[in-house]
């Protein structure tokens, strides 16, 4: 089992920043992969970053490369996603979940556990 708790939400203005963390707990967090993902009103969840158990391996989605970084401090048991350039396309519920290995992926079936979510509000 392992429990996940997303944090760094809120309202913030076309072109600002936001951090998000993930603390997790439970099993070993280096032994998996993180994810974040995010979910609009109305439509599917979809992937945004993924980082792999050690931290050296990372994939992005192409509507956030380049303006989001994922990283993960496993001192910590902690992932983060740090969010530039934010735009009002990027409103959504952001969730962190943890991977059924430790290799990174974009596919949500491949993460078990999920957080509550954080909701990102990114007004023009």
């Known amino acids: 089992q392992v429990q996940l708790v997303e944090s760094g939400g809120g309202l913030v203005q076309a072109g600002g920043s936001l951090r998000l963390s993930c603390a997790a707990s439970?099993?070993?967090?280096?032994?998996?992969?993180m994810g974040w993902f995010r979910q609009a009103p109305g439509k599917e969840r979809e992937f945004v970053a993924s980082i792999n158990g050690s931290g050296r391996s990372t994939y992005y989605a192409d509507s956030v490369k380049g303006r989001f970084t994922i990283s993960r401090n496993n001192v910590a048991n902690t992932a983060y996603l740090q969010m530039n350039s934010l735009k009002p396309e990027d409103t959504a519920v952001y969730y962190c979940?943890?991977?059924?290995?430790?290799?990174?992926?974009?596919?949500?079936?491949?993460?078990?556990?999920w957080g509550q979510g954080t909701q990102v509000t990114v007004s023009s």
């Open positions: 979940a943890a991977g059924r290995s430790w290799l990174a992926t974009r596919r949500l079936v491949e993460y078990d556990y």
């Open positions: 439970g099993r070993t967090f280096s032994a998996y992969a």
